[in-house]
């Protein structure tokens, strides 16, 4: 099945830094979604890109398709950005998501 | 409010009992899943059920078992045959639009714990 690595694992980050985080997948993908989980295991979603640019008032995303990567910037962080970040892929038409491990990110004030 | 709902929040299961987790959506979404996440891990796919009356396995199927008897509806049983079932459970669904697929959108999940 399709590997997906998130990098970073672990970010610590001061109030108003930014931050670019990055997944990287093994074969092509039909859909590409990027989730922040709330310290209560809340799972929202931020993007659905499956190719392009997308942005969201300080967050934006990118996904180069033809290279099998995406990104996802945060802009001058806050403390309610910390949580973990996942990508999750499907490789199918059937939106059978495989998700990365995330990366653990956390601002301090 | 459309969303999903997942019920309970917290589960406790005794050594040997089954239990079921509910999720229930108002999205009018053909498709629904379950996930497992582990403490530090990303999500894993149990099931999952594009259309009424069928589901398929997904990564880690063994131990569970589903049923969708209404668009709405996709149960979730922890049988007494799934040896670790501590985690916590999230259930998600999406549409179709124009052929594409949509994005999945989840509940706010069902923490299990072994008594």
């Known amino acids: 099945g399709i590997q997906v690595e998130q990098s970073p694992p672990d970010l610590i980050l001061q109030e108003g830094a930014n931050s670019t985080l990055r997944c990287n997948f093994s074969d092509s993908v039909n859909n590409l979604q990027w989730f922040h989980q709330n310290p209560w295991g809340q799972l929202i979603n931020l993007f659905y890109i499956p190719s392009g640019t997308k942005q969201n008032g300080r967050l934006s995303a990118t996904t180069v398709a033809t290279e099998r990567y995406s990104l996802l910037y945060i802009s001058s962080s806050q403390t309610t950005d910390s949580g973990v970040y996942f990508c999750a892929v499907d490789e199918t038409s059937g939106s059978r998501l495989t998700f990365g491990e995330g990366t653990q990110l956390t601002v301090n004030p | 409010d459309g969303g999903i709902t997942q019920s309970p929040k917290y589960l406790f299961r005794k050594e040997g009992q089954n239990v079921t987790l509910s999720c229930e959506q108002n999205?009018?979404?053909?498709?629904m899943y379950w996930y497992r996440q582990d403490p530090g891990q990303g999500l894993r796919l149990i099931y999952y059920?594009?259309?009424?009356?069928?589901?398929q396995k997904g990564d880690i199927a063994e131990g569970y078992s589903v049923s969708r008897e209404k668009k709405e509806s996709f149960p979730l049983t922890v049988t007494s045959a799934q040896k670790n079932p501590t985690a916590f459970y999230l259930c998600?669904?999406?549409?179709?639009?124009?052929?594409?697929?949509?994005?999945?959108?989840f509940g706010d999940g069902t923490r299990l714990s072994i008594l």
């Open positions: 999205l009018n979404h053909d498709a």
């Open positions: 998600a669904s999406s549409t179709r639009r124009q052929g594409l697929n949509q994005p999945q959108h």
């Open positions: 059920s594009q259309i009424v009356n069928d589901f």
